[in-house]
């Protein structure tokens, strides 16, 4: 049996059509859906994710507006940066890079972004609403893009055991709830876990991020299983390679490519909710 490749750019593009039509429709209204970025220092992944995120939403007629403040700027900078965008009805949603610089408090910052405006469900209301399933705020992106690509390729989800290695509050734990409230039975494995392999091995769904690549081999997997590779890293090579090792890749049923994956979903659903935003803030 072949294994079928869940390409994200499948996915991407059947979500760009639906984009750009309220995007257009919401310009004929006189509303521009705008995303702001605010990223600290000079990271080449955090560079290369703006630039991503960027090009994608001029792609969409999105207005973006990058701000990028030096490593050391101080926390007072960083709020009040983030006290204009709340109060400006033209920015509509704010993407903060993280991890912030370690004389950042974390926790302060994030929730003092305007929940509405947290369009990558970063805010302890946004995990609220994750949590207690009434939508408040948005979802993290990366957890939802998971399940975007299952409902896309037609993978049911209601009835079925998923197990996800990870327990983070961006992925794992965010992910648990999305597919307990598509009536999976869902299992969550960490490192404390005794054998994760043999309860990874019993899921229909497989949800990896471990952060750690490479870390889930042939021994997770069963032959008709659906595997979500979250994780992004670079192999032994300095290639670009997930949390699943390479020679389980034709292990399952469906797996989706690192790179092309997950990632490049997340992004469209970072602009989808760009664009609910502008909707909500101006209906």
């Given at each position: 049996m072949t294994t079928k490749i869940l390409k994200g750019s499948a996915v991407t593009e059947a979500m760009n059509d639906v984009l750009a039509n309220k995007v257009s429709r919401l310009k004929q209204r006189g509303v521009e859906?705008?995303?702001?970025?605010?990223?600290?220092?000079?990271?080449?992944?955090?560079?290369?994710?703006?630039k991503g995120a960027v090009k994608r939403a001029e792609k969409l007629g999105i207005k973006t507006v990058c701000t990028q403040l030096p490593q050391d700027a101080p926390q007072e900078q960083v709020e009040k940066i983030l006290r204009t965008a709340n109060a400006d009805s033209s920015i509509h949603g704010v993407l903060i890079m993280r991890p912030l610089p370690l004389h950042i408090d974390d926790d302060a910052v994030r929730n003092?972004?305007?929940?509405?405006?947290?369009?990558?469900?970063?805010?302890?209301?946004?995990?609220?609403?994750?949590y207690s399933g009434t939508n408040r705020g948005f979802s993290p992106c990366t957890a939802e893009a998971c399940i975007e690509i299952l409902d896309h390729f037609g993978i049911k989800i209601e009835g079925k055991k998923a197990c996800i290695i990870g327990r983070s509050m961006v992925v794992g734990r965010p992910a648990a709830m999305m597919l307990m409230r598509r009536n999976a039975t869902v299992a969550v494995c960490h490192t404390r876990t005794g054998d994760p392999a043999a309860v990874a091995a019993q899921a229909d769904i497989l949800v990896v991020a471990a952060g750690k690549t490479g870390a889930v081999d042939s021994?997770?997997?069963?032959?008709?299983?659906?595997?979500?590779?979250?994780?992004?890293?670079?192999?032994?090579?300095?290639?670009?390679?997930?949390d699943v090792a390479s020679s389980a890749a034709d292990c399952p049923a469906a797996i989706t490519p690192v790179p092309g994956g997950v990632g490049t979903v997340t992004t469209g659903m970072l602009m989808k909710h760009v664009v609910e935003a502008a909707s909500l803030q101006n209906r």
């Open positions: 859906p705008c995303l702001m970025i605010l990223r600290m220092g000079g990271s080449a992944d955090d560079a290369a994710y703006e003092m972004l305007d929940p509405r405006k947290d369009v990558d469900g970063i805010t302890d209301i946004s995990m609220a609403g994750v021994s997770f997997m069963n032959s008709g299983q659906t595997v979500i590779d979250v994780g992004i890293g670079l192999d032994a090579d300095g290639n670009l390679c997930g």
